[in-house]
Nanobody
């Protein structure tokens, strides 16, 4: 399974961005997908996850109400819509996938990872 994250960039506080994670190599319709982020000097942090059907989602406390995860299984792509961005959202964002039904908040539980995309929010 290969994951390609894209959509990062430099924005102002209060702006929005949408990240995409395109998967290839295997049918992912039965895989959970997730987004994590890692700022310099910090551990990788769970941002959001979505079940294979899209019926269940889960968010980290710091992004609830601002970020929305979604997926399009026909396109093999997951998305992270980020609104009302804050300076503390600045990080490298990674997408991950796992062949199971559980949305893990622990990064070590995810099997496959993309390369990351930088999001920088200036205040």
């Amino acid at each position: 399974v290969q994951l390609q994250a894209s959509g990062g960039g430099l924005v102002q506080a209060g702006d929005s961005l949408r990240l995409s994670c395109a998967a290839s190599g295997r049918t992912l319709s039965r895989y959970a997908m997730g987004w994590f982020r890692q700022a310099p000097g910090k551990e990788r942090e769970f941002v959001a996850g979505i079940s294979w059907s899209g019926g269940r989602t889960q968010y980290g406390d710091s992004v609830k109400g601002r970020f929305t995860i979604s997926r399009d299984n026909a396109k093999g792509t997951a998305y992270l819509q980020m609104n009302v961005l804050k300076a503390e959202d600045t990080a490298v964002y990674y997408c991950a996938t796992d062949p199971g039904t559980t949305i893990w908040s622990n990064a070590r539980s995810w099997d496959y990872w993309g390369q990351g995309t930088q999001v920088t929010v200036s205040s």
